[in-house]
């Protein structure tokens, strides 16, 4: 079936402008995840989202930072007022109770 | 996603041999480990994981190695491929929370 798709692909936004990156996780898996990973970087958390259940924001690096969750399936994470170090790629993955976290291919950011 | 690390560790084995890529971690709390591969512009991809009342599980060409006492975890592979050259993650995940928790990363390169 189809995997966790991510848009845009790759985003180039001047410093200060908003973006709001997509994430559609794979249909059935309640749990979805942002991570940002930086150039030659691990995987740093953001968030996470389980259900109804109220998100793990504990990750968001700053009040720049949100993401929503509508109807339990598509997520968007959005960077308010971007700056140069916000440049990273932004990977979403999703999965199902305890399963592994399944990947989408990330959007990669450049804030210029 | 981006996985090209200027600085990560390299293991550099021939076509046919055993690989071993090692992670240590530091959180006694976590019991459940998963290693990820990554190549150049794509999303990690899940490659075997290993619960904490494991030490030892196999997969296709792939083994997991647990040992709690020193808090080490490694990754076997057997008859490495030019198909297996990527970088490698380790992740960790604390029974008190969902997130995974991941290391920084080792490039596997596979020489023909």
């Known amino acids: 079936g189809a995997g966790v798709s991510q848009s845009p692909s790759n985003k180039v936004t001047e410093k200060g402008k908003d973006v709001e990156l997509r994430c559609d996780p794979i249909?059935?898996?309640?749990?979805l995840y942002w991570y940002r990973q930086s150039l030659g970087q691990g995987l740093e958390f953001l968030i996470y989202?389980?259900?109804?259940?109220?998100?793990?924001k504990s990750g968001l690096p700053s009040d720049r930072f949100s993401a929503e969750r509508t109807g339990g399936s598509v997520s968007t994470l959005t960077i308010q007022r971007t700056q140069q170090e916000d440049s990273a790629v932004y990977l979403c993955?999703?999965?199902?109770?305890?399963?592994?976290?399944?990947f989408g291919n990330g959007t990669r950011l450049t804030v210029t | 996603g981006e996985s090209v690390g200027l600085h990560l560790p390299t293991l550099s084995v021939q076509e046919g041999d055993n690989s071993i890529i090692n992670c240590a971690y530091s959180?006694?709390?976590?019991?459940?480990f998963i290693w990820y591969k990554q190549e150049s512009g794509k999303g990690p991809q899940f490659i075997i994981d290993?619960?904490?009342?494991?030490d030892k599980r196999q997969g296709q060409r792939v083994t997991v190695l647990l040992n709690k006492t020193v808090k080490h975890l490694s990754l076997q592979i057997a008859a490495t491929q030019p198909g297996d050259s990527a970088v490698y993650f380790c992740?960790?995940?604390?029974?008190?929370?969902?997130?995974?928790?991941f290391g920084s990363g080792t490039r596997l390169q596979v020489q023909p």
């Open positions: 993955a999703s999965s199902y109770a305890d399963s592994p976290l399944h």
């Open positions: 249909s059935g898996h309640t749990a």
């Open positions: 989202f389980q259900g109804n259940s109220a998100p793990d």
């Open positions: 959180n006694s709390a976590s019991d459940y």
């Open positions: 290993i619960r904490s009342n494991m």
């Open positions: 992740a960790e995940r604390d029974t008190g929370r969902r997130a995974l928790t």
